[in-house]
């Protein structure tokens, strides 16, 4: 064998092994992705799947923090090098209706430009004791953007505390673009804070939590080949 065509040999077992890794870090699911759709079109068909608000799965800290399916997971994704930073739960109702409380304690600010968002500063991690942590809740309003927040958190709200199971608002399909809304469900993540009191950028994979250990449901997309969590 020559070793030109060993070199061959070695660059083409390298670059399908990249591409797999790609493949399989990278792709959306698209197995969960079907049945999520299904069971828009018809969630009476597969009611076990959905989690009701206020669960508390196995000994987790935090409630859940809607009525619904758990359709798409932290690490999941929807396009190459795109990475969902927390998990989308959907109810299969109508927009509006389905209620979404706050999953633990905290201080809850509502920046004056936000019409579908709130986050609430957690001081204390509740697996990390001396850290803190903010948790955010977003598409609540519809898709012209108005709102469904509690009008207890009116534009501009900042620090305000509440406790686990405030009602925060109602699930929506808000996107920022009135022709491409988003299905309608709540997406929830767990944000670091950044060392002075602030929240990180919850854009960036990197600056949020896997929700896991603290809703007590394997929610991380790497552990995941197509099944819908369910509390057990």
């Given amino acids: 064998m020559s070793k030109r065509f060993l070199l061959f040999s070695i660059v083409v077992v390298a670059v399908l092994t990249a591409g797999y890794y790609l493949y399989r870090t990278q792709r959306p699911n698209s197995t969960r992705t079907i049945k999520v759709l299904?069971?828009?079109?018809?969630?009476?068909?597969?009611?076990?799947?959905?989690?009701?608000?206020?669960?508390?799965?196995?000994?987790?800290?935090?409630?859940?923090?809607?009525?619904?399916?758990?359709?798409?997971?932290?690490?999941?994704?929807?396009?190459?090098?795109?990475?969902?930073?927390?998990i989308d739960i959907f109810a299969g109702t109508e927009i509006g209706t389905t209620e979404v409380i706050a999953v633990y304690p905290g201080y809850l600010t509502r920046l004056s430009d936000w019409r579908s968002s709130v986050i609430v500063r957690v001081p204390e991690d509740p697996l990390h004791p001396g850290r803190q942590i903010w948790l955010y809740y977003t598409h609540m309003a519809?898709?012209?953007?108005?709102?469904?927040?509690?009008?207890?958190?009116?534009?501009?709200?900042?620090?305000?505390?509440?406790?686990?199971?405030?009602?925060?608002?109602?699930?929506?399909?808000?996107?920022g673009d009135p022709n491409n809304p988003t299905g309608i469900h709540l997406h929830f993540s767990i944000v670091l804070d950044d060392g002075q009191g602030n929240y990180r950028n919850e854009l960036e994979i990197k600056n949020t939590?896997?929700?896991?250990?603290?809703?007590?449901?394997d929610l991380n997309a790497h552990h995941n080949d197509g099944e819908i969590p369910v509390c057990e």
Avoid: M
Avoid at 165 to 171: D, N, V
Avoid at 209 to 217: A, K
């Fill in 209 to 217: 939590l896997d929700p896991s250990p603290y809703l007590g449901l």
């Fill in 142 to 175: 519809n898709k012209e953007g108005e709102s469904f927040i509690s009008e207890e958190f009116p534009p501009g709200t900042y620090e305000k505390w509440i406790d686990t199971g405030t009602l925060l608002g109602y699930q929506g399909n808000y996107s």
């Fill in 38 to 86: 299904n069971w828009i079109r018809k969630p009476d068909l597969n009611s076990s799947w959905i989690i009701q608000a206020g669960t508390r799965c196995q000994e987790a800290p935090f409630i859940f923090p809607t009525t619904g399916v758990v359709g798409f997971l932290w690490d999941d994704s929807f396009r190459v090098g795109h990475h969902h930073q927390g």
